[in-house]
């Protein structure tokens, strides 16, 4: 799926990328309310993230696609870690499409993620001083879901003792 067999499909390094997230698409859609995936399928989900170079937003969309699959498919714990690693790779730029995408994501792992530890916490709350009405609802979003009586207590305190002004704004 990585490969190509010309460079007439190749954008910015990625073979593809079309292809590619149509793929991702049907299996999520079609293997949705399966019990098991199939290991190869599982393979290619585990490995693909680490063949894909971002160079532009094509190698994004894959990656996240790539992600959402695992998030929906029901596949092993070494899959689901290799899409928590797709968000970190994609936590680490500084653009506010990356942050949203990020979020969504987050929001979509939220189960998991309540009863794991959960490490990124520090940049949701960041998220809620960004400028961007969009990312600040999100980041609330992916706050609300990720609450338990373990963390609750820290993230309004985060809130309490944040910029004033731009959680007056997020709540009103």
């Known amino acids: 799926m990585t490969t190509a067999a010309s460079d007439e499909y190749t954008i910015y390094e990625v073979c593809d990328p079309f292809l590619q997230i149509a793929m991702l698409e049907f299996f999520r859609i079609l293997l949705k309310d399966s019990e098991q995936v199939d290991r190869n399928l599982q393979s290619l989900l585990e490995n693909l993230p680490?063949?894909?170079?971002?160079?532009?937003?094509?190698?994004?969309?894959?990656?996240?696609?790539?992600?959402?699959?695992?998030?929906?498919?029901?596949?092993?714990?070494?899959?689901?870690?290799?899409?928590?690693?797709?968000?970190?790779?994609?936590?680490?730029?500084?653009?506010?499409?990356?942050?949203?995408?990020?979020?969504?994501?987050?929001?979509h792992m939220a189960q998991e993620l309540k009863i794991s530890n959960f490490e990124h916490h520090e940049i949701v709350l960041d998220a809620l001083r960004e400028k961007d009405n969009s990312i600040k609802s999100l980041a609330m979003k992916v706050l609300t879901m990720l609450a338990n009586q373990q963390n609750v207590e820290g993230k309004l305190h985060h809130l309490k003792f944040s910029n004033r002004k731009g959680t007056l704004e997020l709540f009103s």
């Open 50 to 107: 680490t063949e894909i170079r971002i160079v532009k937003n094509t190698g994004n969309a894959v990656l996240y696609e790539c992600a959402k699959t695992i998030l929906t498919l029901k596949v092993d714990a070494r899959v689901k870690t290799s899409g928590m690693e797709i968000i970190n790779r994609i936590m680490g730029y500084k653009d506010i499409n990356s942050l949203y995408v990020s979020l969504d994501l987050l929001g």
